[in-house]
């Protein structure tokens, strides 16, 4: 007997295997009917109705009940999984809406839930060309104080139960909402958070050493010898964060392994570290303990911890996966904070190796491999370096959010120069990122990233050409990050905001204006209006002109602007800006009187109008964007190969070439307010080539010897050319 030896595999047969078809998740399992049980007592360790009670409430317990519904089942068998499948993955759905619950104006009498399963607002999305739906965290979220709930701290992805927030909707009205989006050839992609928890029933049951529930975070008893060690707690808190001073003495101590290669949401006297220690907890033993914990956000968000003996934390994620695929309906899953699964400490003083760690990849590798077993993919949120994505690839989710390019995009419109869009796209096509497996968006929940860590962090010392000149990677990322403050805030953009050391807090919308030279947005007239739709629908071409999955808002939609930072002077007392980009938006003209979202966040000014106004009037933003898509659909521009990205005559323009099955496919851009003319140049168009407009079907140029043709563009202009071959 000889051993096998897997066989090499071409390209294609890699995107392009003779396999059966993906079976498609539906609701099907409609597990059990939660009884919520009886509060007796006080909420204590040595109570066991308190004990019962948590445990009832936990994910863990419910990916025990989740887990035992798949086991054994031949539907486990049907769906290949090793490897991560981009194209497969855009077939199903190529451009998603990325709801945000808490900003969404609803339907009179009709939850958030309820309001995405209108079959208008799907009529809608169709007639524009979306066939996705992320509807954003929608379980529960936040921690628990005694028996009661506390509200979530980081816009509920600091997650506490399998079960769906009743401030949303209920389950019903989730698994509705999918068959809704089936009949309109949709696609809802729901969220796992597999790096962290918030401070639910699972975390004080860890807190109080209760079965399994410890090795499901990054947390270390500490003896009451040793409490001197430890930070006292204030009053009315349940933990307080570490300064650098306590974090040393533990680690030379022997219990955390300190220092972590950077401090996420960094402030001083608030998040000093990327550890917290608990007050003292009673457990059912009656014995008080006192923890350090890892969390690599805020305090409120617990990390998981992969590799504990118990593997409880890797039970608690593929459970909620489960669900959400299984019993909800939903065809695939975000993976946030996806990044930060494995930590290590070092032989000598440098820092706790926590990023880019093989752990990650494992466990990226293991979710992302379950849930295209039962059906449906996963894309992953990687704020980390090229290279990160690309080994998180390799195995892991099928696509990953554009980090590379969406900070680029921001700084050419900004500058009205596309260098260092071109730099980060030849970087990520050197090292194997290829953009068909990216998700590239418009504005999301978060913040307007600059963060740049694949230059700031692992390439920090390595040499760049830029602007004619050798910069390093540290020194590249400081200019880029200065310029987009320099442009975006402050005189440029009030109201625009930084957020820490992470990026700038503002709408699309808001970004454009200050790239304008914009500085006041309360009162813009007609012709400033224009040029901010037209400048939206430039980056709107970029995103969607290139292979990959596309991704907007709903504050893209309506054209957002930021709020009065008085309109949410509670968050942002924080130091937590983003909330002036996430006002509440009404898509449909729900409710054209009400003021906020039912989840009390305040209305903000729109440019654009609501959908069914805007797909009536064909110069609208919305209209004008169904046209953009409907090329890139008609020709298949999701699922090609990007073969070039060269360089250009004019600092203003971008040009991307890619194979399509019809033929070789240029998207060409202006990133100026200003006509430009220029050359495309490019190795892969032949001489005597015709060139296409493919939207007008007109020629508008000829290939010449020299593999070029010549092209002007009006300000924030795009093209998408055809290229027929000489003898065509």
């Known amino acids: 007997m000889t051993d096998h030896e897997p066989s090499e595999i071409s390209y294609d047969e890699q995107f392009y295997p003779a396999r059966p078809r993906r079976l498609r998740p539906r609701a099907r399992l409609r597990l059990f009917t939660r009884r919520p049980k009886e509060q007796i007592g006080k909420p204590v360790g040595d109570n066991e109705h308190y004990v019962s009670w948590l445990t009832d409430q936990s994910m863990l317990a419910d990916a025990t009940e989740f887990a035992r519904k798949f086991a054994g089942q031949g539907s486990m068998w049907q769906n290949p999984f090793a490897n991560p499948d981009p194209r497969a993955a855009i077939e199903k759905t190529s451009v998603w809406f990325t709801a945000y619950p808490i900003s969404m104006i609803t339907k009179p009498g009709t939850s958030f839930l309820g309001t995405l399963g209108d079959p208008e607002l799907w009529s809608a999305f169709q007639a524009i060309g979306i066939d996705g739906l992320h509807t954003g965290p929608v379980k529960k979220a936040g921690g628990l104080d005694g028996w009661n709930a506390t509200p979530s701290v980081d816009g509920h992805f600091d997650r506490i139960s399998t079960q769906i927030d009743d401030l949303f909707g209920t389950e019903d009205e989730f698994r509705a909402?999918?068959?809704?989006?089936?009949?309109?050839?949709g696609t809802v992609i729901d969220d796992i958070v597999p790096g962290h928890t918030g401070k639910g029933a699972d975390f004080r049951l860890a807190e109080m050493k209760v079965g399994d529930y410890p090795g499901i975070f990054h947390m270390v008893e500490i003896p009451e010898d040793?409490?001197?060690?430890?930070?006292?707690?204030?009053?009315?808190?349940?933990?307080?964060?570490?300064?650098?001073?306590?974090?040393?003495?533990?680690?030379?101590?022997?219990?955390?392994?300190?220092?972590?290669?950077?401090?996420?949401?960094?402030d001083p006297g608030i998040k000093d570290t990327n550890w917290s220690a608990t007050a003292p907890v009673l457990g059912p033993d009656g014995v008080e303990r006192r923890w350090v914990y890892l969390h690599y956000f805020k305090e409120g968000q617990p990390s998981i911890n992969w590799l504990d003996p118990s593997f409880a934390g890797m039970r608690l994620v593929i459970g909620d996966a489960l669900h959400s695929l299984g019993d909800l309906g939903s065809g695939a899953l975000r993976l946030d904070a996806n990044g930060f699964l494995g930590v290590e400490r070092n032989t000598d003083d440098s820092p706790a190796w926590s990023e880019g760690h093989p752990l990650s990849e494992a466990a990226n590798q293991l979710i992302a491999s379950m849930v295209r077993k039962v059906g449906g993919f996963t894309f992953q949120e990687l704020n980390l370096s090229i290279d990160d994505i690309a080994r998180g690839s390799a195995r892991g989710?099928?696509?990953?959010?554009?980090?590379?390019?969406?900070?680029?995009?921001?700084?050419?419109?900004?500058?009205?120069?596309?260098?260092?869009?071109?730099?980060?796209?030849?970087?990520?096509?050197?090292?194997?990122?290829?953009?068909?497996?990216?998700?590239?968006?418009?504005?999301?929940?978060?913040?307007m990233t600059y963060e740049l860590v694949h230059f700031a962090a692992v390439h920090s010392a390595e040499l760049f050409t830029f602007r004619g000149e050798e910069i390093t990677g540290s020194a590249l990322a400081e200019l880029i990050r200065s310029e987009l403050i320099e442009r975006l805030t402050g005189e440029a953009g009030p109201y625009n905001a930084t957020f820490t050391q992470n990026g700038?807090?503002?709408?699309?919308?808001?970004?454009?204006a200050a790239s304008l030279g914009i500085t006041e947005i309360d009162d813009l007239s007609v012709d400033q209006v224009e040029s901010i739709k037209n400048a939206h629908l430039l980056l709107a071409m970029f995103n969607a002109w290139q292979p990959g999955v596309f991704a907007l808002s709903g504050w893209d939609l309506v054209g957002a602007l930021t709020l009065d930072r008085k309109q949410v002077a509670a968050l942002v007392a924080s130091g937590d800006t983003r909330w002036?980009?996430?006002?509440?938006?009404?898509?449909?003209?729900?409710?054209?009187?009400?003021?906020?979202?039912?989840?009390?966040?305040?209305?903000?000014?729109?440019?654009?109008?609501?959908?069914?106004?805007q797909l009536a009037d064909p110069d609208s933003f919305a209209s004008k964007l169904a046209a953009i898509l409907r090329v890139r659909s008609q020709f298949g521009l999701a699922t090609g190969t990007q073969l070039d990205v060269p360089r250009v005559s004019h600092r203003s323009m971008l040009v991307m070439v890619h194979q399509l099955d019809i033929g070789k496919q240029i998207t060409v851009l202006n990133f100026s307010a200003e006509p430009i003319s220029g050359t495309v140049r490019s190795k892969h168009l032949p001489p005597g080539s015709v060139v296409v407009?493919?939207?007008?079907?007109?020629?508008?140029?000829?290939?010449?010897?020299?593999?070029?043709f010549a092209i002007s563009l009006d300000p924030h202009e795009g093209l998408t050319l055809l290229v027929g071959e000489p003898d065509e």
């Not at 700038?504 to 454009?512: E, R, V």
């Not at 980009?581 to 009187?593: F, G, I, K, N, T």
């Not at 407009?693 to 070029?708: A, K, P």
Request: aromatic share 8%.
């Open 177 to 185: 909402m999918c068959e809704v989006a089936t009949v309109h050839d």
């Open 226 to 266: 040793d409490w001197k060690l430890l930070p006292r707690v204030p009053r009315g808190r349940d933990s307080v964060n570490l300064d650098a001073d306590a974090e040393r003495r533990l680690q030379q101590a022997g219990y955390i392994i300190g220092r972590l290669q950077r401090v996420i949401f960094y």
């Open 397 to 447: 989710a099928d696509l990953s959010y554009d980090f590379v390019t969406r900070p680029a995009y921001h700084h050419s419109l900004a500058t009205g120069d596309t260098e260092f869009l071109r730099l980060t796209m030849h970087l990520a096509a050197g090292l194997g990122v290829e953009p068909v497996s990216l998700v590239h968006a418009l504005q999301n929940h978060d913040e």
């Open 504 to 512: 700038i807090a503002s709408t699309t919308a808001t970004i454009i």
């Open 580 to 613: 002036i980009h996430r006002s509440a938006y009404d898509l449909m003209d729900y409710r054209p009187d009400a003021t906020e979202s039912t989840s009390k966040m305040p209305r903000g000014r729109s440019l654009y109008g609501t959908l069914p106004d």
């Open 693 to 708: 407009d493919m939207v007008s079907g007109i020629q508008v140029g000829e290939v010449d010897d020299l593999y070029s």
